[in-house]
């Protein structure tokens, strides 16, 4: 009786447990025949937005440099790199914006340059360095302005190129990538718009920026401007409020576009002398508040200050 | 029967000599073509594998065997270099994944192989420990280079000049060893990879130095205005790409124009393939397509034909030794007529007699033919790597 007993039991948990097995193997299949995501990286926050806003679940999408403040300082590690290399699609800025690109392997054809389409429209950010090595002739390592963004038609362009090679990736979304699409542009062509006639309305109007990072917003919207290097951090005072005063008097400025908030010292510095200063991020990074769309919503009420007088 | 077998042993040890030149002229006679038919075969084999395993190689106009044997078996060659930009062209087309090859440089007798982390991929080839090249300056090494440099997972191993009379032509350039491959039993088991880029910094295309705008060297700079500084030429690239330093390397030139020696490409499909063809044969530039399957039966085709007239040449040789075997059996019965004869007035049945004769014969046969056995199978197991080493 105790053998036939002993003799059950076993024959349970041998049932049992072929169950089990049966059970995991056909997890492990169901897993592996759901289809992967292609996997998505970008390289600032403009390109992120556009694949989300496009892409949106469909992909598995990263932004290595998201906590950045500027991206386009940030230095990649092995590791990111070695996840990379794993990528379906490396969606890049282009104009010397990635300069870590020359010092890493990443294959090119996973690289989508999204400003190749209008390379011609390319600003020179002025940073021309020109060295030479004693009796070998002298070189120049000329640099790009990175900021395409700024210009809304461009932005088009790029999240154009996106969608195109996300197109590649994923035949049945492609609907979902060409309407999302058509979507963001409406919105991005808008905003372009409203840009144009904002400016337009005073078209001589001559502006100061802190910093020569506004290319393509300068070129994109015809601005009157002249660029200065100076950082939200620095107090205007002394010196720096005699530059700002000569350009006063020398432009008629009455108005500074910051890339950041500025000392509350130097707010008042330049009120007392008649300049009004606005903020406009470069956008590069993650908003600290909204998207991109409301940053540029938030852009043009600070650029309606200066241009739309009440 | 074991005492004709005894005899017919005692007569050979006796005549060792003798035995030992009939023994080596048999096992010879069959090993010469039976060896050469494993060798061609066996190394056909390996050598059409590499090249089926390769859908298209693209490099400069000249010889298709040269670019296949440089772009699949890292032989040293006088290619002419490529520029960069095929690259994107051909892959702006979509019509197959491109994998470009530098293939100028060494660390010692192991190839440098500048290419991109999609190699391994392409020929999928897996990391015994560590992982892809991903910095510039980092490389991986086939699992015989490895060994042959002794070199582990973290240590460095150094780029040696091209040739012996460009000491200054090209920069040394200590590598870090991020990966090591394990065994293929192809030639990329004695490689050592690193990224495209890096074998530019080792040509010196690109390279690092001081910050020229820094007060540190101020000691080597000649000249300095807002936008230009000329340095002394007694400013040292770095030999050793380093995260304190990366950020300093920076091209010389237009990467766009910096060579390579060939690319491989992998069709995305049959027509891809086709299509790539035939847009190769309108290029009048200095730029061609080989399929490296075609290019490689054409060779083993010749060294094949080459091979059947060994063949006829071995089989009449062997023919003829046989003959003169034959002469050489039935004339040494002639001349043991008295040692025969003696045998039989001793009381030797002559079927013993004949048998111990016939034993001796068996027993010589016998061993060439086993001699010859174990010569072709050495031979089939050290053939690729003779292959490798004096005939490609």
Redesign the interface.
């Known amino acids: 009786m105790k053998h036939i007993l002993l003799s059950s039991l076993l024959c349970l948990v041998l049932f049992t447990s072929c169950k089990n097995d049966k059970k995991q193997s056909e997890t492990a299949d169901i897993e592996s025949n759901t289809p992967e995501k292609p996997v998505v990286y970008v390289t600032n926050y403009p390109l992120y937005y556009f694949t989300n806003r496009i892409a949106g679940k469909t992909i598995d999408l990263h932004f290595p440099a998201s906590q950045k403040t500027f991206p386009d300082y940030w230095?990649p590690v092995?590791?990111s790199?070695?996840a990379m290399?794993n990528a379906d699609l490396i969606i890049i800025n282009g104009a010397s914006y990635e300069?870590w690109l020359?010092?890493?392997?990443?294959?090119?054809?996973k690289i989508i340059n999204t400003s190749e389409s209008f390379q011609d429209k390319l600003l020179a950010s002025g940073h021309?360095?020109?060295?030479?090595?004693?009796?070998?002739g002298?070189?120049e390592?000329p640099e790009m302005a990175s900021y395409t963004w700024q210009d809304l038609s461009l932005a088009i362009k790029q999240a154009e190129a996106i969608k195109n090679a996300l197109m590649?990736q994923s035949e049945k979304d492609k609907t979902t990538f060409e309407s999302n699409f058509e979507n963001l542009k409406a919105e991005l062509e808008q905003l372009h718009q409203v840009f144009l006639s904002t400016v337009a309305s005073q078209p001589d109007l001559e502006i100061a920026f802190s910093h020569p990072v506004y290319q393509y917003f300068e070129a994109a919207y015809k601005i009157k401007g002249t660029s200065l290097h100076w950082e939200p951090s620095d107090n205007i005072a002394g010196d720096k409020l005699h530059e700002i005063e000569a350009l006063q008097k020398q432009k008629d400025i009455k108005s500074i576009i910051w890339e950041n908030t500025p000392l509350e010292a130097s707010l008042s510095n330049l009120k007392n002398i008649g300049i009004q200063s606005i903020v406009i991020p470069p956008g590069g990074g993650k908003p600290v508040q909204g998207d991109f769309i409301s940053q540029q919503k938030s852009n043009l009420e600070a650029l309606k200050s200066v241009y739309i007088t009440p | 029967m074991s005492q004709q077998f005894y005899l017919a042993w005692a007569y050979l040890k006796y005549h060792w000599l003798k035995t030992l030149v009939l023994i080596v002229a048999i096992s010879l006679v069959l090993f010469i073509p039976l060896g050469l038919n494993t060798l061609s075969k066996k190394g056909s084999k390996n050598m059409m594998a590499r090249a089926e395993n390769t859908p298209l190689l693209v490099g400069a106009k000249g010889s298709d065997t040269e670019l296949n044997l440089s772009a699949l078996y890292f032989k040293k060659s006088h290619l002419d270099p490529i520029p960069h930009h095929i690259v994107s062209e051909l892959v702006n087309t979509k019509l197959g994944a491109v994998i470009p090859l530098h293939l100028k440089y060494q660390v010692k007798n192991q190839p440098i192989v500048g290419t991109s982390s999609e190699y391994f991929k392409f020929r999928k080839t897996s990391f015994q420990s560590g992982r892809p090249m991903a910095m510039l300056g980092e490389c991986v090494l086939g699992s015989e280079a490895a060994k042959i440099l002794q070199i582990n997972l973290g240590e460095s191993v150094i780029s040696s000049p091209a040739s012996t009379f460009d000491i200054a032509g090209s920069y040394p350039l200590k590598m870090t060893v991020v990966g090591i491959l394990n065994p293929t039993g192809t030639p990329d088991d004695n490689a050592v990879f690193t990224d495209i880029k890096t074998t530019w910094v080792i040509s010196g295309l690109a390279h690092g130095h001081e910050n020229l705008n820094e007060k540190t060297a101020d000691s080597l700079v000649l000249s300095k205005s807002k936008t230009e500084v000329v340095a002394s030429p007694a400013i040292l690239s770095y030999t050793e790409i380093t995260p304190e330093n990366i950020d300093s390397f920076h091209f010389h030139g237009n990467p766009e124009e910096f060579p390579l020696q060939a690319l491989i490409i992998n069709p995305t499909d049959k027509k891809g393939s086709l299509m790539l063809r035939g847009r190769f044969e309108n290029r009048t530039d200095n730029l061609h397509i080989v399929v490296p399957k075609i290019t490689m039966k054409a060779l083993l085709d010749t060294v094949l034909s080459v091979k059947d007239l060994i063949m006829l040449a071995a089989i009449s040789i062997g023919i003829a030794t046989l003959i003169i075997l034959t002469l050489v059996f039935s004339l040494s019965l002639q001349l043991r007529k008295g040692e025969i004869n003696t045998m039989n007035r001793i009381g030797g049945a002559s079927n013993a007699i004949q048998l111990v004769l016939s034993l001796e014969i068996i027993i010589t046969i016998g061993i060439g033919i086993l001699l010859a056995a174990l010569l072709v199978l050495t031979l089939n197991l050290y053939g690729p790597y003779l292959i490798e080493k004096f005939i490609l």
């Open positions: 230095k092995a590791d790199i070695a290399q300069k020359m010092n890493v392997s990443i294959p090119e054809d021309v360095f020109t060295h030479s090595h004693g009796g070998e002298a070189h390592h590649t």
